[in-house]
């Protein structure tokens, strides 16, 4: 089956000047969750403006289910719905005529069944003649998916669903993207959380600096990102790391006191225990130790310095 979006050498410049996409080559496969991950001012906001038709693309081309989306605007912008990453709607509304309103915006016929059927999968039903600003914050959000979703597209983007929100509410978000799924809607969805992509998505892609430097099924993918770092306090300071340490790639912190080891969670071997046995054979003594997941700025800097 053809991708239900097709990017082709997608560059995007500014008025300012500045190159947000550089060459971006994507196909998004009908029916999946495709996670797009990447650090702040990586270009996903603009590739998903772009792709919705909200700003225009400097080179390259976009079909939505085979339209062009300069070309056949229209009709490639009605198969999508985009939730942004900011809320903005009509604080004094109800949730059910702000809904109904964004439905008329595409030029559809009233549908209240549908619409009603919209609040109902969001868990809004109860809430329909409420003011929007009556509504959590949480509430807010479903009632822009809501939106997003009245004029019945086939594809949805979600950009940074969960960005400051609660582990709870975050779940809840989960539930809702994965029954749009079974309802046959394909999701793209833009987070810096890796967890996010991991639980959630069929396929990942990265991009940093406008690029798109690694696409894959999610289980390739976060077994490459699923680094982990391990900070050894040393109890006495060292200038440099002992050669025979070499192989661990250590990093040593400006003070002298500490090193920092990167291992791979999903690897056979994390290579811990021997390099504590090294330590201790090089006369190095710890005096504590952590570790954390790398983060994504992290295996950014690490993918793109990558040969
Ligand atoms: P975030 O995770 O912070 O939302 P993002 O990956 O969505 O980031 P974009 O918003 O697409 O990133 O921005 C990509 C780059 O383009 C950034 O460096 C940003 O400053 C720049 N940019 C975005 N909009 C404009 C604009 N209207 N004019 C000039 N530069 C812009």
Redesign the pocket.
Known sequence: MPPIISVKNLSKT???G?K?LNNVDLDINRGEIFALL?P???????LISIICGIANLSEGSVTVDGCDINKDYRAARSLIGLVP?ELHTDAFESVWATVSFSRGLFGKPKNPAHIEKVLKDLSLWDKKDAKIVTLSGGMKRRVMIAKALSHEPQILFLDEPTAGVDVELRKGMWEVVRTLQSAGVTIIL?T?YIEEAEEMADRVGVIAKGEIILVGDKAGLMQKLGKKRLTLHLQNRIDAIPTALAPYSLELSDDGRAVTYDYDTKGERTGITSLLNDLRNAGIRISDLDTSQSSLEDIFVSLVRAP
């Open positions: 500014y008025g300012s500045f947000a990447g702040n001012g990586a270009g996903k906001t603009t990453q833009t810096h």
